[in-house]
């Protein structure tokens, strides 16, 4: 690796870049191939950023600030016309063809098998022959889903949605269009277009997006820039908003809980900007109540009958090397879990994983027990 070249890219010293591996960078030497990671972000290198031993440069998925009160901060970001996208509730990858070999990569930075073997299922062979360069960014989404499952969307284990394109060695992402263009060609899946509005009149349509959306229990939107000059904002549904309240407050000590107090908020700014009828107040009143209050008397009863507090959630492998890779990047990146025996169906694998939430387990035991908070 030309260390001088690589900082180059990155826009840095070499120096410069020899001194973040104390700090910032980490090495990885497994699976290969062996790779440099940014665990945390540097100035003008976002987290997640990966250096490949060959010196390809696979850059960190930009952050992508929330619209708290929506229609105000449309007129702040926005100008021409924006693009509204459905944001897809899963989780981030970005895939890259390294050496001839498709490797999927999560948000920080790391291979991960399984997304991996997805990736190369799902993703047509040819788009990285014609375009050996090109990093797809997505979501993986879906039921049969290690890290985020869910049943919200008509997929029966696991698919990848484009949303953006870049390239190696390079930040800068391609925009709506290109990526649209980009997965009509190779038939891969892409996040829905729900519209293209002018800056001006896009909150309403919005506002009446999300009310769709909610209903049927779906995340949001993520609006962006047609001609990607400025960065996309993202904005949620109370439904989604809830239903993570609703899964964290089953384990509600393993969460920060700037977790649970973004998600209020967010409730209290939609509510005030969307000037709800005193029934639809008590009707979002109750969901949000039924959200924290519900899996929280759940979770104390069940330990009051002795139960273990989990996390359960099953997927699909092709082969079983890939559930063993999988079970030691989820040990390495601090994930406990306990794997069951993978079990032959069709023409691979289900495997059951139970994660353990022992702050929740122990917090709740201790209570229970009588110790005060
Ligand atoms: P971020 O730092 O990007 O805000 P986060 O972990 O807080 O990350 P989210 O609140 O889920 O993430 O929102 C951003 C994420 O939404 C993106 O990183 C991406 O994984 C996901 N996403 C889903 N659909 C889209 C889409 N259509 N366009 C862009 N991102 C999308
Ligand atoms: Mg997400």
Redesign the pocket.
Known sequence: MNVERVANKLGITKERFEGLQETIIKRSGWPEPHLFRFEKPATGIEAGTIVFDNGEIVFG??????AMMLGPAIKRQFSGTVAV????????VRVASIDGEVYALT?GGFICPFSTEVARDLIDPHLFEDNPHMVL?G?MVGPENPYVPKDIYPIESIEF?L??VSTKNCSQLKGVYATHRIAKEYGIAC?PLLGEFRAECATQRIMEIIRQLGKKGR?G??I?DVENKVS?L?Y?SSQSNCSDLEFAFRYYNDYANDFFMSRVVREGFQAAEWDESPEEMKERALRLGESILLPLTATIRGKMRNEQIVQQSQFRVKSIQTARDFEQHLRRSGTKAVFDMPEADGDGYIVRILKLVMSTNDKTQAVIDGQPW
């Open positions: 998925y930009p952050k992508i600030k929330r996208e459905e944001k897809m509730n899963g989780y981030n948000r960014c979501e949605y949303f953006d996040t995340e939107v993520i962006k996309p993202k949620t």
